[in-house]
């Protein structure tokens, strides 16, 4: 499954301009301008499973970092005191990674 059957293309190069300069990505920024915040659980959870790269059940700090590029190739990989921030913002139970209800807990934040 590719993300952009669940997010439209030009949702997703829109919100992926509006964070091209380092440090400028807010996830709640990013999700709503991407149409995430707006998706079913059931979405929110199938984007959840193309961004666990490694299909561990969880968006471990490594693939946090790259987590602009599931939506463009082209896409910057997002500075450490920005992947820190997703992870402590996203890490509610505090095992330093994000799990998939975690995740629909921050999509819809």
């Given amino acids: 499954m590719a993300i952009t059957d669940i997010l ?3 949702d997703i ?3 992926l301009s509006s964070c091209q300069a380092d440090d400028s990505f807010d996830y709640k920024s ?7 915040s707006s ?6 959870k199938k984007v959840f499973g193309i961004l666990d790269q490694d299909k561990s059940g969880f968006i471990e700090e490594e693939e946090l970092q790259l987590f602009l590029k599931n939506f463009s190739s082209s896409a910057r990989v997002l500075t450490s005191a920005e992947t820190k921030a997703f992870l402590a913002a996203g ?4 095992d330093g990674k994000i799990g998939v ?3 629909q807990s921050l999509v819809k934040a």
């Fill in 13 to 15: 190069e829109s919100a």
């Fill in 8 to 10: 439209s293309a030009k």
């Fill in 30 to 36: 990013f999700f709503s301008m991407v149409g995430l």
């Fill in 91 to 94: 890490d509610t139970d505090g």
């Fill in 39 to 44: 998706k079913t659980p059931d979405q929110i």
């Fill in 101 to 103: 209800e975690e995740f």
